[in-house]
């Protein structure tokens, strides 16, 4: 019979279809004996006369029957009415893994979360000799509870069974004319080369696959990948994964355990999924993140390449201390990052939950984002070349500027939204009411402002005469109508200013070498000399009072776009800063004629370029002291 919404199958009623597979058709409906939502799953209707594809559907309700476990969706009964066979199941709501990975990469912690009620739903079913065969993300649920079902055992195959015949149908990819091209791809990937080859699987099969859905959580790709089966299958069988993709953050017992899974040879397979499960329980160590070996063009620039860490600072709890509040101890943290060119591109969510910064994956450059109570990070897709991104008030949304446009994403959805033309991008900020203000040029420009949705900008600061170059990076202020930002140009004009969304004349606040930051305990942040500075701030009156006190050393700039330091403020109090190995700055050192260090010459300097006397006794430097330009 014609299967539509609303129809009646006995008791249970069709609501919605939720999937079509090689073995049926998925429906959500309603027990009307029992008032509960459940999934049925119904044998079509040319498929009950073919005896194979009936004893499997009858076979896969038995091995559910026989498996009882919080980590597999369970089923209710076997049922037939109107001429329909079909099984009654549990509703898992949720995503599937593979439509949680279409974001990109999981967390390391999450992924290995997950990891582990995947092994524990397999080892029961191993317990009862019961082999899966068809592990793969999108057989795989993770309720809104944060729940791991196992789902769809319909390949599934008893081992005490008598063996079929070895031919690729036995198999989870079915290689026929009646396979869509999607499932086939989707399916076959995560084929131990024993299927492969069309021969008998058994339970080391399930775990080549486990390795499989492991490797492309932390990697957010598959570990073996080709736009049609003749492709794929040869890698699988004789090509190792990339093992390079994995984050650097990943446990070493993590990598082992990835390579045991996936090892060509069954019989040097890991025998038993229970021991990946053992493994994965087994306490991580807080591995910092190691860069990829760089060979340097220019010795000088090894700092801005090898740089990994960042500090999180819950400094309002400091400064308390210097507002004649009882002292409450700071806490300061550092967490690492993949390798960056750019250590100024960073920003911590308005509520102090994450970071967003710019690191390199597989050779380019884009934004990462990490919660702070997670160990890792995972790359944003659609974000290459990106730099100097800022948030939305909502910490859902990151702005930032690529392509030489500023552009928006949905961190959680991955939407990217082209904004504006930014050929020069130097900074932008966010208020709750949808308006961005940003600098969207590298020649003469003020601040400008535009809807969050897009649209036509328009000016919101004015250049003084030809004092100042440019006003760039923004940062609005509690209000959202009134924001700060850093005007370059001349020695007596450049610094930090306060406008207004209204246009009005600015006034100058400071005169600093880095663009402001507002801290949600009533302070500015700015950096001189390298050094990070706090200092009280009238919101009423926009003006600083008392003496700035030093927070950190040797903050980060982007050498490109002055004003830009890495330092960035949650709203909720804790703040985010990047120091480079030596602040950017050269050691002289005198070297003896087999290169051996005999002493140093001065202090390390953030010197521009230099020259050696032809008598070798004198440097000719040039160096940026507290200047515009």
């Excluded at 026989?66 to 709501?93: K, M, Q, T, W």
Aim: glycine share 8%; hydrophobic share 40%; proline share 6%.
């Amino acid at each position: 019979m014609a299967i539509t919404i609303g129809t009646h199958l006995g008791s249970v009623q069709i609501t919605a279809l939720l999937g079509r597979g090689g073995m049926g058709e998925v429906y959500r409906a309603r027990d009307t004996k029992l008032k509960r939502d459940v999934a049925i799953k119904i044998l079509p209707e040319e498929f009950s006369r073919d005896p194979d594809r009936v004893g499997r559907f009858q076979r896969e309700a038995e091995v559910l029957a026989s498996l009882n476990h919080p980590h597999i969706a369970a089923i209710y009964s076997l049922e037939e009415a109107d001429g329909s066979r079909f099984l009654v199941l549990e509703l898992v709501e949720g995503l599937t893994l593979a439509d949680r990975l279409k974001r990109g990469q999981l967390p390391i912690e999450e992924a290995l979360t997950i990891s582990k009620r995947i092994c524990e739903a397999i080892e029961a079913a191993h317990e009862k000799g019961i082999i899966h065969r068809d592990l793969k993300p999108a057989n795989i649920k993770v309720t809104p509870d944060s729940i791991v079902k196992v789902l769809d055992f319909g390949l599934a195959k008893v081992r005490e069974a008598e063996a079929q015949a070895s031919d690729l149908s036995n198999s989870p990819t079915l290689m026929t004319a009646r396979s869509a091209p999607g499932i086939i791809l989707g399916t076959a990937a995560y084929m131990s080369p024993e299927q492969a080859k069309g021969q008998e699987a058994n339970r080391t099969s399930d775990v080549w696959a486990f390795g499989c859905v492991l490797y492309e959580m932390l990697t957010g790709r598959p570990p073996f990948e080709g736009d049609t089966v003749s492709e794929l299958v040869p890698g699988i069988l004789k090509a190792d994964p990339d093992w390079s993709r994995l984050p650097a953050e990943t446990p070493e017992n993590i990598r082992r355990l990835l390579r045991r899974c996936l090892h060509k040879d069954r019989r040097l397979r890991l025998q038993h999924i229970g021991d990946a499960r053992v493994e994965i329980e087994e306490p991580q160590p807080q591995a910092a993140a190691v860069a990829p070996p760089v060979v340097p063009r220019r010795r000088e620039r090894v700092w801005i390449t090898a740089f990994v860490v960042a500090t999180v600072l819950a400094v309002a709890m400091g400064i308390r201390e210097f507002r004649g509040s009882p002292p409450v101890a700071e806490v300061r943290l550092e967490i690492s990052t993949p390798p960056t060119a750019d250590p100024a591109s960073i920003a911590i969510s308005p509520d102090g939950q994450k970071i967003v910064f710019v690191a390199t994956s597989e050779g380019q450059s884009k934004l990462w984002v990490r919660p702070l109570d997670s160990v890792s990070g995972r790359a944003l897709a659609g974000t290459d070349g990106a730099s100097l991104p800022f948030w939305s008030p909502d910490s859902q949304s990151v702005g930032f500027f690529a392509e030489g446009k500023m552009k928006r994403i949905e961190v959680d959805r991955g939407a990217v939204q082209i904004l504006a033309d930014a050929p020069g991008g130097r900074g932008g900020a966010w208020n709750r009411d949808g308006t961005i203000i940003f600098y969207p040029n590298t020649t003469q420009s003020p601040i400008f402002r535009i809807s969050a949705t897009g649209g036509t900008a328009s000016t919101v600061t004015r250049l003084e005469n030809m004092k100042e170059t440019n006003h760039r990076f923004p940062q609005f202020l509690p209000d959202g109508h009134h924001f700060l930002y850093y005007a370059q140009g001349t020695a007596e004009s450049h610094g930090i200013y306060a406008g207004d969304l209204d246009g009005s004349r600015s006034q100058r606040l400071l005169d600093v070498d880095s663009a402001p930051i507002y801290e949600s305990s009533g302070h500015l942040f700015f950096v001189r000399q390298g050094t990070l500075f706090a200092q009280e701030f009238d919101m009423t009156r926009l003006e600083v009072k008392g003496n700035p006190f030093s927070i950190a050393e040797r903050i980060a700039t982007r050498s490109e776009a002055q004003g830009s330091a890495a330092v960035s403020a949650s709203s909720v109090g804790p703040i985010i800063y990047r120091t480079a190995s030596t602040g950017g700055r050269r050691q002289f050192l005198w070297l003896d004629r087999s290169g051996k260090e005999i002493g140093s010459a001065g202090d390390p300097l953030g010197a521009n370029s230099l020259s050696l006397s032809r008598d070798g006794r004198r440097v000719a430097l040039h160096q940026q002291i507290n200047m515009p330009s």
